[in-house]
Every structure is written in structure tokens, then in C-alpha cells.
């Protein structure tokens, strides 16, 4: 069983800046592809980042490009999300995803990971 546990949440101006980083448990952190998620409300859940298992490959969805970066230190069983030039409609709920099963179906769907944090929320003032 991996456990994910999501911290840094806050409220921000735009324009600034926010880290949020995710703990896991368990001994095979190396071995998972990682991701963040993000659900605003009455909006779908969106992916936002992923990262291969040992952090060679990121991949990030269209509306974070160029303004996040997603990083991993399997030693400390960490991801982290830094968030930077934030706008408004960044406010959401931000999950942290680990996928302990290859699938190789995907990377951006909710159905490609098995595993979720409970979610820290990000609110960006205007």
C-alpha cells in the first residue's frame, strides 16, 4: 500500500509563486511514475505534470507549460511541484498521483494512476 501526502497549499497573488511537494511511503518510490493533478470546482479533474521514475522525462499539460516544473527525490520520497508566474485560474484542489503498475496506456488520465494524495489547496488572488 503507498500512501501520498500532499503539503504547501496556500492563498497567493498572481504572479507569484508557490512550491507544493508530495511525501510517499512505502520502499519502491523509485520504481513509480509520479504525477499532480489539479480539480477546480465544477470543473474535471486536469492533469498538470508527470514525471518518469527517475525523473529523466517530465511531461505537462498545455495550460502549465512554461510556468511549472516538476521535480523527484526518490531518496527522500519526494515530488515536488514549483509553481511560478500563477494566475487565477490556477485555484484548485492539487492531488499528488503515483502509478505503482505499469500500464503504459497513458500519463494523463485519472484511470493511470492507482494511487492519490488527499489533495492541497491553491488559491491565487487577482
Known amino acids: 500500500q503507498v500512501q501520498l501526502v500532499e503539503s504547501g497549499g496556500g492563498l497567493v497573488q498572481a504572479g507569484g509563486s508557490l512550491r507544493l511537494s508530495c511525501a510517499a511511503s512505502?520502499?519502491?518510490?523509485?520504481?513509480?511514475?509520479m504525477g499532480w493533478f489539479r480539480q477546480a470546482p465544477g470543473k474535471e479533474r486536469e492533469f498538470v505534470a508527470a514525471i518518469s521514475r527517475y525523473g529523466s522525462s517530465t511531461y505537462y499539460g498545455d495550460s502549465v507549460k512554461d510556468r511549472f516544473t516538476i521535480s523527484r527525490d526518490n531518496a527522500k520520497n519526494t515530488v515536488v511541484l514549483k509553481m511560478n508566474s500563477l494566475k487565477p485560474e490556477d485555484t484548485a484542489v492539487y492531488y499528488c498521483a503515483a502509478e505503482t503498475v505499469a500500464t503504459m496506456k497513458g500519463i494523463t488520465a485519472r484511470d493511470d494512476y492507482d494511487y492519490w494524495g488527499q489533495g492541497t489547496l491553491v488559491t491565487v488572488t487577482s
Open positions: 512505502g520502499r519502491a518510490f523509485s520504481s513509480y511514475r
